[in-house]
């Protein structure tokens, strides 16, 4: 596994334990992590907080030049607003941990020129495929439904 | 002027007054504000606090119904990341204070069925106008430039 995929499984696994829904991330720039977090919506009731997005605000205020050398680690397919995020700050690269239990924005983030690497990770998959099974409730909630 | 519009320019000139960036926003949901806020970037060293984030959150968790049947009003164009929260939960409508300063993801919001009212109101131009030539280094840096 690699290490950076790993620390976002490492995220998504501490969420869960706080109660919260499995989805971890982490900014890479020059193989450091910048910034690492997890969905937060039950931990802070926030809207806003997908793993990609607490990653973001982790890593701070950064200049345009370090988002555009950095890979983003996320454990599941990015939804649209943390998409946006990436399209925003023109983040090269994406490397997702599954597409099979979500399908985020991967058409549009594609058609804008983001390398998008997916490994169907097991351990992902079986993360998300517990947590829908249990707390579907929650989990349309993250995502709109 | 829009209430709702004022509210969200009330919003940005906060924003200003506390030496950040004037965007400002404002959830509706059947004529009720159930969040507003503002681009948090300098005040909070936020790199997802753009002003219809900051509106969204504040707004906490709301069920999916509520965003369908929402209104987001902000007083710029929306940017890739605020337009992906928009998708993410459905909202149907956007009133945009002005586009000419900034063109967000207007086409993209179109192509996902979400109807936008562009008001090109003269002070939320002069607004970005002002502050893009007094700070354009922060300027910059919110738009990932």
């Known amino acids: 596994m690699d290490r950076f995929m790993q620390a976002a499984i490492d995220e998504a696994q501490q969420g869960l334990a706080e109660g919260g829904i499995p989805i971890g991330s982490v900014l890479v720039h020059n193989g450091t992590i910048l910034g690492r977090g997890h969905n937060r919506r039950v931990q802070k009731g926030s809207a806003i907080l997908h793993g990609e997005m607490d990653a973001l605000e982790h890593a701070g205020r950064q200049p345009a030049q370090v988002y555009r050398e950095s890979v983003l680690y996320t454990t599941l397919s990015p939804c649209p607003m943390c998409s946006g995020a990436i399209v925003l700050y023109g983040i090269p690269k994406v490397v997702i941990g599954e597409n099979l ?36 409730d929650l989990w349309n909630e993250d995502i709109g439904i």
């Open 101 to 136: 239990t979500f399908m985020g924005e991967e058409e549009w983030l594609r058609s804008r020129g983001v390398n998008l690497e997916v490994l169907e990770d097991q351990h992902c998959i079986r993360m998300m495929t517990d947590f829908i099974a249990e707390r579907p």
